[in-house]
């Protein structure tokens, strides 16, 4: 096994274990919202947060992605002085960006809540989340940085670090407000995110000083700031259009939402709760196994980038096929979980039976959900970031029209449909494009019906393991669950032995 591959598997396996106990952690923690705050609460949270998203996109999303790239090349080329200006640089533009947009989100507050969001309870959140920004842009930039080198044990820590202080200040918050007979509200979750993200910002800053001590550089050495701001404005701003475009598509698609279900026959109370339950719980819960993608996600741009970099393109067709066939077992597994269980998980951890019907509608989203989050990162990586733009869109204008059309008719169901046949389209675009770019073979059989083989004999045997389970009468149903999904799992995985090996072995 090469050393590239051992980095970028070691990477993506520190990745993926940090971000499947940040989603733990995130995971008990929606469920404690949930249950403090209430799902109207999780509703306003979540109609407020796409704003914030909006400014990040401004300020950080595309800078990010140059970062990692033009970093990742540099030092490639083993120019590692560049490598640090560019940084440098990037830190700069990210942070007065920032500071700019918080400053107009914090003055304005009042009037996107009242005007745009239709929501004056979002405005004391739209407020808090202002100060945010800025250590969420110095968190990505130097988070790039760690990815471009394939690093990935400081963002993986700061990823924790940020999860466990939110959780902290979240339980403490609610502590004070039970001490004061007060009713806590969306403003506990977003104390929680601002002293998450003070807390991964800080740590980021004394792990990259750290790292510049380690390689003897200094900022005050930065040189040729100018060419290096155009370089990372001229391949950034199309990037950042992008995602600004894409995030107020989304973001259109937030506010519409909760009128459209009290155009349906909804209250606006009712709305706004079921709107919760679907972005703050359903959601969530389906997004649970992207933890492994999303790593491999992250590392895939660098990665990508490196070999069209030497022109290795079979390297580049054999990751594509890799990504499918993982992406698809990962995916079609969580069809089985989401489907068959979506009610039992609901009920248990959410208290809720609403969450469980968005569970089993929304399983069969998740191969194409994976898919896409991986391809599109791909294709990012071979700079070809005006497609995942047209991808975004695309899906993004579906959705939308579903959002406007079906739901006054047939309420959240109608969104539900939007949301699968908008990520079916999107994964076939990925597929399309990246075909284009570099031919690779799609071998069904190993990539669909194998995994399809394995979770019908994977689901037969844990659905005879549950009825055993209760024919047992273990009086705890949500451990019940739990043995039952374990089994399945182990059962699943036992059908993938080469795939297993490849990963393992070493030569």
Not at 6 to 13: E, H, I, V
Not at 222 to 250: A, F
Not at 284 to 307: G, Q, R
Request: hydrophobic letters at 50%.
């Amino acid at each position: 096994m090469s050393n590239t591959k051992k980095g970028f598997l070691r990477g993506a396996l520190i990745l993926t274990a940090a971000g499947f106990l940040s989603r733990i952690i995130g995971f008990f923690y929606r469920i404690f919202l949930s249950r403090t705050i209430g799902a109207e609460q999780i509703g306003i949270y979540q109609l407020a947060s796409p704003l914030y998203t909006l400014c990040l996109a401004l300020c950080a999303v595309g800078i990010h992605s140059v970062l990692s790239r033009s970093i990742s090349a540099k030092f490639a080329k083993g120019d590692k002085k560049a490598a640090f200006d560019t940084l440098i640089t990037g830190l700069i533009i990210s942070l007065t960006l920032s500071i700019a947009a918080a400053f107009l989100l914090h003055r304005f507050s009042g009037f996107l809540g009242a005007a745009i969001l239709h929501e004056t309870r979002c405005v004391p959140l739209l407020k808090l989340l202002s100060f945010s920004l800025p250590f969420s842009c110095i968190h990505s930039c130097i988070s790039a940085y760690y990815y471009a080198r394939k690093k990935t044990g400081i963002p993986s820590l700061s990823q924790l670090l940020e999860q466990v202080v939110r959780v902290g200040v979240s339980f403490l918050f609610y502590s004070i407000s039970l001490q004061q007979g007060t009713q806590p509200g969306a403003l506990l979750a977003v104390s929680g995110v601002l002293a998450g993200e003070l807390a991964s910002c800080l740590f980021s800053l004394i792990a990259i000083n750290l790292e510049f001590g380690k390689y003897h550089y200094a900022v005050h050495t930065l040189e040729k700031p100018m060419t290096y701001t155009r370089e990372i404005l001229l391949l950034s701003l199309p990037l950042t259009l992008n995602h600004v475009l894409v995030t107020v598509l989304h973001s259109t698609e937030t506010i519409l939402i909760p009128g459209k279900l009290e155009a349906s026959g909804l209250t606006a109370s009712a709305a706004l709760s079921l709107y919760g339950v679907l972005t703050g719980m359903a959601l969530p819960m389906i997004m649970f196994p992207s933890a492994i993608t999303n790593s491999i996600a992250v590392m895939l741009l660098p990665s990508v980038a490196e070999d069209q970099a030497i022109g290795n393109w079979k390297s580049i067709s054999r990751t594509i096929e890799s990504t499918i066939h993982y992406c698809l077992i990962l995916g079609i597994f969580s069809i089985g979980v989401f489907f068959c269980f979506g009610d039992p998980i609901g009920t248990l951890l959410f208290d809720s039976t609403d969450t469980g019907v968005f569970l089993k509608i929304l399983a069969f989203i998740c191969p194409f959900l994976y898919l896409n989050t991986t391809l599109s990162s791909i294709l990012n990586g071979l700079g070809k970031t005006n497609l995942s733009f047209i991808e975004n869109v695309i899906g993004l204008g579906i959705r939308i029209l579903f959002v406007m059309i079906l739901i006054p008719q047939y309420g959240i169901l109608g969104y539900l449909w939007g949301l699968l046949i908008s990520e079916l389209s999107i994964t076939c675009l990925n597929l399309l494009f990246l075909y284009h770019l570099t031919p690779f073979h799609f071998d069904a059989v190993c990539y669909i019906i194998k995994p399809a083989r394995a979770l019908l004999v994977s689901l037969g045997c844990s659905l005879l393991a549950e009825n055993l389970l209760s024919r047992l009468s273990i009086g705890v149903p949500l451990l019940q669950l739990f043995l039952s999904l374990l089994i399945m799992g182990v059962i699943y995985l036992l059908f993938f032995p080469e795939e297993w090996k490849k990963y393992t072995k070493k030569k």
